[in-house]
């Protein structure tokens, strides 16, 4: 196992065009995450899966973003209709969870996603 | 938004020095852990420690809590040019709230 992979690495995008990234977690892991970090701030909480079911989405996520993660291996993070300010760094990330508790949940992260919105 | 601050926001000190690097956090946490990352690549967990723990330590880095003033701090010991990375503190909370929160980070820099 390579690890958690995302694709791809690089996207430029006018404003207005959809995007969508793709994340390959640790084949093992059944929790899946997704997070946005921007300049010199740390990484933002968008979104996490347990299997194939959406636990938790940020309030502060708009409409235009959709994420899924059908079969509970993959992931793709849909942005509709792109604005400047979505230029970010996507980071996906995987852990294994055990159990009912928390527990320590590591999570290993993605060499993410940037985005760059024109 | 993010749960955290960390102080300071930047740091530098010379190879063989100790870098030390704090955290606050503002709700009841299960456990708090620090990453790494270094420019433009994804986090690397370092450390974790459970809410009942104070200090824990592996390798060069050792990790205190208070709970009581929800606070961390990660110090590093005998720095080297490759721990010249940003630093995260993360804190997970309790069943039915387990994501992972960060903190703003400390960018450290060791001058070789």
């Known amino acids: 196992d390579t690890g958690v992979s995302q694709d791809p690495r690089h996207k430029i995008t006018k404003r207005g065009q959809n995007v969508t990234f793709r994340c390959d977690p640790i084949?093992?892991?059944?929790?899946l995450y997704w997070y946005r970090q921007t300049l010199g701030q740390g990484p933002e909480f968008l979104t996490y899966?347990?299997?194939?079911?959406?636990?938790?989405k940020s309030r502060l996520l708009s409409d235009r973003f959709s994420a899924e993660r059908p079969k509970g291996s993959f992931s793709t993070l849909e942005i509709q209709r792109t604005e400047q300010g979505d230029s970010a760094m996507y980071l996906c990330?995987?852990?294994?969870?055990?159990?009912?508790?928390?527990?320590?949940?590591?999570?290993?992260f993605g060499a993410g996603s940037r985005l760059t919105v024109l | 938004s993010q749960q955290g601050e960390e102080d300071p926001q930047a740091l530098s000190i010379q190879e063989g020095e100790n870098a030390t690097m704090n955290c606050s956090y503002k709700?009841?946490?299960?456990?708090l852990q620090w990453y790494r990352q270094n420019s433009g690549r994804g986090l690397v967990h370092l450390i974790l420690?459970?809410?009942?723990?104070r200090e824990k330590h592996s390798g060069r880095l050792r990790v205190t809590l208070d709970t009581s003033k929800k606070s961390s701090s990660l110090l590093i010991t005998a720095s080297r040019a490759a721990d010249t990375a940003s630093y995260f503190c993360?804190?997970?909370?309790?069943?039915?709230?387990?994501?992972?929160?960060f903190g703003t980070g400390t960018r450290l820099t060791i001058i070789p």
């Open positions: 709700t009841s946490i299960n456990n």
């Open positions: 420690i459970r809410s009942n723990e």
């Open positions: 899966f347990q299997n194939e079911a959406q636990l938790e």
């Open positions: 084949s093992e892991h059944n929790r």
């Open positions: 993360a804190t997970m909370g309790d069943f039915g709230n387990e994501k992972l929160t």
């Open positions: 990330a995987s852990s294994l969870q055990a159990g009912v508790s928390s527990g320590a949940n590591v999570l290993t």
